[in-house]
């Protein structure tokens, strides 16, 4: 039976207190854990001081052994152990007046215990001193990731570069340029070209000796493919034509023996995302998981390299095994069984599979890790994500259904406040909040049943708040996906009116006290909703939204992103007289709500000038907006001083025109 000692956070803070605001705008402790091949040591890239630095600790005592801190606006982005002695890890900085960290490509290394530190690769290359040294080293301007470790090579590790694109005086990391495949050396940073891949968009595959045999890329009409070969001197070949598998199938990662690849693709008729194998001996391929309805989110590998484990999230997450039994799908169900109706997953684990980093998380858990011992079954608590947080003071987020006006059915969530209860009636039925997820149609654009800070705060703040995963949403399958195509201001705004309606209609919210609040596509939809519906809401928040379509092909920066014009073609189309049928600036004399507008100034994807047009628009319909506007922010509010600002606006708008 398994053994789990957990540390219970205690907490003077009873759940009819009202938590602070910054509880939800701090940005997580411990980021991520990452234990050494051999288990001795863990690397943990943690939040202090606002800033993220490395620290390696020893498994045995858990203190402290060594670490970074980095310098000016630096702060640690990623981190891979390349070996027991040595890791690698990347920065991310502060750049171009954005208060979010961008990833910069550079790659350092250093000993467990912080000595021979040395920057590898990078712009700032040749400015690194190590002591009395400067090194030779030349300054690449391109990003890189990590393909292969080499087996049996210590001193090398493979890396694909991809080099980037100057607009101005402005370096992008746009991938457009093909890739290069370089052996990079961990201690001197110096590096030899191996190859360059032909295709622009490309990402390789490499085996542990450095072939690489797998290409995957995505041309400028947005559709992807594949190719193989059988080491570095042979030809390339389209995947299909080499294979029986489908053209959609994309290559991800290869076994430990590397006799077969795993491969994404769809099955069935709603084109769910899942996960195939295939023996590149015998040519034959097939699907690794047992039936699944919605789509495949995060895989965990067994010993032999192979997903045993699909984590999937119909309502709340569910799994489904490899139909190959593993020791590692028994191993998770056993912790399923132990931490109960929480997200498991295993995070990380030594070579020799004996000692496991465990992950746990839920709506109310922010996150947890665990040592687990996989032959005595016990696990060892190591560390809780904002840890000031106690999951017993949070609400409940429950799965829903709702049936669409035209029969559809669309799933989300609602939370209700935790001094709700499980009551209902005219005098203690909550105001609603509708949290709209951004995006559409990329991957992971959609609402989990995870812990979400917004939601959390709005909860505790005594609103019900409705997510809703409208037609366009990804996880539910091609099919449901492509529904969302063009109907940006149709079926989809429908669809979160919908189930607004059914939130009503089911006496679990007050009806007359609606507000509906998004970012980015949210932002677009918390308009466009009481544009459609005016007699539904008492307002809307916008946040980095988008209100003008057309703004999306002259002002965004998505037409210059590779197969970004594919991609507004595809889901917006040109039909100019849909646009603006689908735009909320043109719709302002049909807005009863009232208005809170956000905005950064540095937002490239959806620039300010969609707030500011919209702004100019309410004020001359005589409903002149709340509006938020930070000078040094783009996409979204980063600055944990701006984000306290911007929540503890939002929370008394919603109090000014809610009726709590």
Request: hydrophobic share 35%; aromatic share 10%.
């Amino acid at each position: 039976m398994l053994a789990v000692y957990s540390l219970f956070i205690s907490s003077s803070t009873s759940a009819s207190d009202k938590l602070p605001l910054d509880y939800f705008i701090k940005h997580g402790d411990y980021l991520d854990l990452q234990l050494s091949p051999d288990g001795k040591h863990l690397a943990a890239r943690v939040r202090l001081d606002n800033k993220v630095v490395l620290g390696v600790l020893s498994t045995a005592d858990m203190k402290i052994v060594g670490g970074v801190r980095p310098q000016n606006n630096d702060i640690i982005h990623s981190v891979t152990w390349v070996n027991n002695e040595r890791l690698v890890f990347e920065y991310a900085e502060k750049q171009f007046s954005f208060d979010r960290p961008v990833p910069t490509g550079e790659l350092f290394a250093m000993n467990f215990d912080g000595s021979k530190r040395e920057m590898l690769y990078g712009y700032r290359a040749s400015d690194e001193q190590t002591g009395s040294r400067i090194t030779n080293k030349d300054d690449s301007l391109a990003s890189q990731d990590v393909i292969s470790l080499l087996e049996n090579d210590d001193r090398y590790i493979l890396i694909a570069e991809y080099p980037w694109d100057k607009e101005g005086n402005t370096y992008y990391n746009n991938r457009v340029r093909p890739a290069i495949i370089s052996k990079l050396n961990i201690t001197s940073g110096r590096k030899r070209k191996v190859d360059v891949l032909p295709h622009k968009r490309s990402v390789p595959l490499a085996t542990k000796k450095g072939q690489v045999i797998f290409m995957r890329w995505q041309d400028e009409t947005g559709n992807y493919h594949a190719a193989y070969r059988e080491n570095n001197d042979s030809e390339w070949k389209n995947l299909e034509d080499v294979f029986s598998v489908a053209e959609d199938m994309i290559p991800r990662g290869l076994s430990e023996d590397e006799k077969y690849v795993y491969m994404t693709g769809f099955t069935g008729e709603e084109g769910i995302y899942t996960y195939f194998k295939l023996n590149l001996e015998t040519g034959e391929s097939s699907e690794i998981f047992q039936s699944h309805n919605t789509d495949i989110e995060q895989v965990i590998f067994d010993k032999q390299g192979l997903p045993a484990v699909g984590i999937t999230y119909p309502g709340t997450s569910e799994y489904v095994y490899a139909q190959d039994t593993t020791r590692a799908s028994e191993i998770h169900k056993a912790l399923v069984d132990a931490f109960g109706e929480q997200t498991v997953t295993i995070a990380s684990h030594t070579r020799d599979w004996k000692t496991l980093l465990v992950h746990v998380r839920s709506d109310v858990n922010p996150g947890e890790y665990y040592l687990f011992d996989s032959e005595t079954l016990a696990a060892q608590f190591i560390w809780a994500n904002s840890s000031w947080i106690d999951p017993r003071l949070l609400a409940p987020v429950k799965p829903i259904n709702v049936t669409a006006s035209d029969g559809e059915i669309i799933k989300g969530y609602l939370t209700l406040p935790k001094t709700q209860g499980k009551e209902s009636s005219p005098e203690n039925k909550p105001p609603l909040v509708v949290v709209i997820h951004g995006g559409p149609h990329q991957s992971g654009t959609r609402d989990f049943w995870d812990y979400n800070s917004e939601v959390q705060l709005l909860a505790s703040r005594g609103y019900a708040v409705l997510q809703v995963n409208f037609r366009g949403s990804d996880g539910y399958g091609e099919r449901y996906k492509k529904l969302g195509y063009r109907e940006w201001g149709g079926k989809m705004i429908d669809d979160i009116n919908d189930s607004v309606k059914w939130a009503i209609d089911q006496q679990l919210v007050d009806g007359d006290n609606v507000c509906a609040y998004g970012a980015s596509y949210g932002g677009y939809a918390a308009l466009m909703s009481v544009v459609k519906e005016p007699d539904l809401y008492n307002c809307t928040v916008g946040y980095v939204g988008i209100y003008d379509l057309e703004y999306m092909f002259t002002e965004s920066d998505i037409p210059n992103n590779w197969g970004g014009k594919a991609y507004l073609q595809r889901v917006l189309g040109n039909d100019k007289a849909q646009l603006k049928a689908y735009s909320p600036l043109y719709h302002v004399d049909k807005i009863k709500a009232k208005v809170m507008l956000i905005h950064g100034s540095k937002d490239r994807r959806v620039p300010e000038i969609n707030s500011e047009a919209l702004s100019e628009a309410l004020i001359k319909a005589g409903n002149p907006p709340e509006y938020l506007q930070y000078s040094q922010a783009g996409h979204g509010v980063f600055d944990e001083e701006d984000r306290r600002e911007l929540y503890q606006g939002l929370i008394d708008f919603l109090d000014k025109n809610l009726k709590s």
